[in-house]
């Protein structure tokens, strides 16, 4: 059975750090991309980051130079740094695997990042 978990979400001000986890279970963690996406209340889903199964990352425009994506293989773990943080980064944050060979995707639950004053 495969299962992403996150955590590391919480209330945090303005400017203020985060660093979250998605360990993965049931899947060759070094198989797959593993991607961070976030949902705000009325809004899409959106790719926040990526990290390829060589390293290769991605980020979206609105967080790049703020979030950095990373990857411990041997823990099967993905993980989002996220530092200066705005009031606009505010929303559930998911975690994504997916499959190099067969591009078959697995979500995690998501964890809750609200940043207020």
């Known amino acids: 059975q495969v299962q992403l978990v996150e955590s590391g979400g919480d209330l945090v001000q303005p400017g203020g750090s985060l660093r979250l986890s998605c360990a993965a279970s049931?899947?060759?963690?070094?198989?797959?991309?593993m991607s961070w996406y976030r949902q705000s209340p009325g809004k899409q889903r959106e790719l926040v980051a990526s990290?390829?199964?060589?390293?290769?990352?991605n980020y979206a425009d609105s967080v790049k130079g703020r979030f950095t994506i990373s990857r411990d293989n041997a823990k099967s773990t993905a993980y989002l740094q996220m530092n200066t943080l705005k009031f606009e980064d505010t929303a559930v944050y998911y975690c994504?695997?997916?499959?190099?060979?067969?591009?078959?995707?697995?979500w995690g639950q998501g964890t809750q990042v609200t940043v207020s004053s």
């Open positions: 049931g899947i060759i963690f070094s198989s797959h991309v």
């Open positions: 990290i390829g199964a060589g390293g290769s990352v």
């Open positions: 994504k695997a997916r499959a190099v060979f067969t591009q078959r995707d697995y």
